[in-house]
């Protein structure tokens, strides 16, 4: 039996973080053996963010040898950087004429980056339809999201659904996975985790700036000898690395008088170090071979661009551009 294609990609807006890996990451490295997974790093969207040449390419260097050390195999799967496959951009354009412009307006994603700051520009706008360019380039079954990225894969199956409802069964309509057991992973804030909202926690940074991030998560004002609110960042975070029995038995220091922030701040720390030991180190080994990066990211160009232009050479053929 053929093995669905599930797709995903990673911004390099910055260190990835905790969010990033128990949001996204380690569900792609458990769909290796079962899947035919294809993984990018979407350094064209990161453009909504960024726009200093020397950060751009760092964070699309570190963004890729994230994913490796963290245990993504490029022998069972796909994986490359986004900009090195141009046939995606080429197939925006073509899809933007299919996307109507409420559609856009509509978007609560654009809405809330706005909001928190972020230039209202065509890009961001727009997003939507280069993140469908990238579903359905590449004719992915399955696309694992979370819940606050719904509302983007209803917008590409729109868009699917209306180009073949027009020219005829070119694109594969793909399905939305979503893991109802997933939460949402709070920042040091107490809002969703994300490189926006600087609030993260990265899983390589130096360890002096990872125990600092740690430190400043917000917590109640309980006293020492009340209660503790488990609804907070700090439970939530230190949660995401125990099991259910060890997570039972924070619940229940969280429920004894006597606990102290400090210390659990100070656990978690040593918590992070300890579970992300051997991908820092597997980290460390790309930083210091960074040839070896380059020759993988040709590898995975190579292997995406055959995809892609397949796709492409069908779209094109089905509107009239031969």
């Not at 609110?229 to 690395?241: E, G, Q, R, V």
Request: glycine share 6%.
């Amino acid at each position: 039996m053929k093995k669905k294609r599930i797709l995903s990609g990673a911004q390099p807006s910055g260190l990835l973080h905790i969010g990033n890996y128990f949001g996204m990451i380690r569900r792609m490295i458990d769909f290796q053996d079962s899947s035919d997974l294809f993984c990018f790093i979407a350094n064209y969207h990161s453009l909504t963010s960024i726009n200093n040449k020397e950060e751009l390419e760092k964070n699309t260097f570190n963004a890729f040898s994230d994913l490796l050390a963290l245990g993504l195999d490029h022998k069972k799967s796909t994986i490359w950087v986004q900009s090195h496959v141009p046939e995606v951009t080429e197939l925006t354009w073509i899809l933007s004429n299919f996307t109507s412009v409420g559609l856009m307006q509509r978007s609560t994603s654009y809405k809330d980056k706005v909001a928190n700051g972020l230039s209202p520009n065509m890009g961001l706008f727009s997003y939507p339809v280069l993140m469908a360019s990238d579903i359905l380039a590449f004719q992915s079954d399955i696309v694992p999201v979370g819940k606050d990225q719904k509302q983007h894969l209803e917008m590409t199956r729109d868009i699917a659904v209306k180009f073949n409802n027009t020219h005829g069964p070119v694109f594969t309509i793909p399905e939305i996975d979503i893991d109802e057991n997933s939460e949402i992973i709070f920042g040091i804030d107490g809002k969703k985790m994300s490189k926006s909202y600087d609030n993260t926690i990265p899983i390589f940074g130096n360890e002096e700036f990872v125990k600092s991030q740690i430190m400043n998560i917000v917590t109640d004002s309980a006293g020492l000898n009340e209660p503790k609110d488990i609804d907070t960042p700090l439970f939530n975070m230190y949660s995401l690395f125990l099991d259910k029995e060890k997570r039972n038995e924070l619940k229940d220091r969280y429920a004894t008088p006597g606990l102290k922030y400090m210390s659990i701040k100070n656990e978690l720390f040593e918590c992070i170090m300890d579970y992300f030991s051997e991908q820092r180190t597997l980290k460390q080994h790309y930083l210091d071979n960074p040839d070896d990066i380059f020759d993988l990211m040709e590898i995975g160009r190579k292997k995406a661009e055959i995809i892609a232009s397949d796709t492409l050479s069908n779209v094109k053929k089905s509107i009239g551009m031969v």
